[in-house]
C-alpha cells in the first residue's frame, strides 16, 4: 500500500524568507509525485510534479521541489515566500506498479503554510 | 477554458436520504476521478473512471456509494440511505487520461452535510 506523511501540520514563515514543506512517501513501486494547494472554500490547484528526469522540478508561482530517492522525499520550497503563498497544501502519490491503482492519488493529510508579513 | 465543475456547490440532506452529486469534467479529457475530503485531513480516493467504464472502485467505503459516467463525460456520485459520517467535501478530477503520469485537475467539490 503507498502512503504519504506530511510531517508538519503547521509552518509559519516571514515574508521575504525561504520556506520549506516537507513530505516523505512509501511506496511498493517506483512513484510519481504531485503538490497541490487549497485555498479556503476552493479546490485542490496543481502546483508541480515528478514523474521522470531531473530530480528538481519547478513549477507554478516560483515553487519547486527536489525528489529525492534514497530518503523517499519530495520537499517544496520556495526561495522568497509571500503573503499570497498562505493556504493548505498537499503532497501526493502514485506507486505506478500497482496495476489499476496506479492512477489514483494518495495524499497526505495536508500542512497549513502560514507566511507573515 | 473552463475547468472542471460540480454542482451543487453544497447539499444538505437528512440521515436516510438518497443524495446525487454531479461533475463535469475537463473537455476532452477521458479519465475522471472522486475523491472524499474530510475535516483536516487529505482527500482519499473512491473511484476512477476511463471513459464510460470504472477501472478502479476500490475507494469506495460500501454499497452505499454508487457512480456512473454513461456517456464517457458527466459523472453522478449517487449515496444511497445517508450517514452523518458521509458528511464531507466530495471532489472530482480530471485528466486527459491514458498515462498515470497525467496531472488530476480539481473542481471546487461539493461540502455534504448530512443531518
Known amino acids: 500500500a503507498q502512503s504519504v506523511a506530511q510531517p508538519e501540520d503547521q509552518v509559519n514563515v516571514a515574508e521575504g524568507n525561504p520556506l520549506t514543506v516537507k513530505c516523505t512517501y512509501s511506496?511498493?513501486?517506483?512513484?510519481?509525485l504531485f503538490w497541490y494547494v487549497q485555498y479556503p472554500n476552493r479546490g485542490l490547484q496543481f502546483l508541480l510534479k515528478?514523474?521522470?528526469?531531473?530530480?528538481l522540478v519547478k513549477g507554478s508561482y516560483g515553487f519547486e521541489a527536489e525528489f529525492n530517492k534514497s530518503q523517499t522525499s519530495f520537499h517544496l520550497k520556495k526561495p522568497s515566500a509571500l503573503v499570497s503563498d498562505s493556504a493548505l497544501y498537499f503532497c501526493?502519490?502514485?506507486?505506478?506498479?500497482?496495476?489499476?491503482?496506479?492512477?489514483?492519488?494518495?495524499f497526505g493529510k495536508g500542512t497549513k503554510l502560514s507566511v507573515i508579513p | 477554458g473552463a475547468g472542471v465543475s460540480q454542482t451543487p456547490s453544497n447539499k444538505v440532506t437528512e440521515k436516510g436520504k438518497y443524495v446525487e452529486l454531479r461533475c463535469d469534467p475537463i473537455?476532452?479529457?477521458?479519465?475522471l476521478y472522486w475523491y472524499r475530503q474530510s475535516l483536516g485531513q487529505g482527500p482519499e480516493f473512491l473511484i476512477y473512471?476511463?471513459?464510460?467504464?470504472?477501472?478502479?472502485d476500490s475507494g469506495l467505503p460500501n454499497d452505499r456509494f454508487f457512480a456512473v459516467r454513461p456517456e464517457g463525460s458527466v459523472s453522478t456520485l449517487k449515496i444511497q440511505r445517508t450517514e452523518r459520517g458521509d458528511s464531507a467535501v466530495y471532489l472530482c478530477?480530471?485528466?486527459?487520461?491514458?498515462?498515470?503520469?497525467?496531472?488530476?485537475?480539481f473542481g471546487p467539490g461539493t461540502r455534504l452535510t448530512v443531518l
Open positions: 478530477a480530471s485528466s486527459s487520461g491514458g498515462s498515470s503520469g497525467d496531472t488530476q485537475y
Open positions: 511506496v511498493s513501486g517506483n512513484p510519481y
Open positions: 515528478y514523474i521522470t528526469g531531473d530530480n
Open positions: 501526493a502519490v502514485r506507486d505506478i506498479g500497482s496495476g489499476a491503482g496506479s492512477y489514483q492519488l494518495t
Open positions: 473537455s476532452g479529457h477521458t479519465a
Open positions: 473512471f476511463q471513459g464510460t467504464g470504472a477501472a478502479d
